[in-house]
């Protein structure tokens, strides 16, 4: 599925670590380099995890935000080949 500015969307709401990360991984294995995937998750600690994942990984974190009810939203550019 993709939003209005053509990003894929994960929706890992309802999944604690480390799924939201494992999620996102697989996810990341099909699209390909320069698309953008948004992750939206209940677990605060994948404001965390996510970006960490992407840094070892060779993924551009675009934006990483809270909102008032702990949900986060991360917004990241596939990189190349892992």
């Given at each position: ?55 070892v ?9 809270t ?16």
């Amino acid at each position: 599925m993709s939003d209005a500015t053509g990003a894929h969307e994960l929706d890992a709401s309802g999944l604690l670590c480390p799924l939201p990360v494992i999620r996102t991984a697989r996810r990341v294995e099909t699209l390909a380099a320069g698309e953008t995937l948004v992750v939206h998750a209940s677990d605060p600690g994948a404001a965390h995890d996510i970006p960490a994942w992407c840094r070892v990984h060779g993924h551009q974190v675009l934006a990483c935000d809270t909102d008032a009810e702990d949900r986060v939203t991360v917004r990241i550019r596939v990189g190349g080949s892992e």
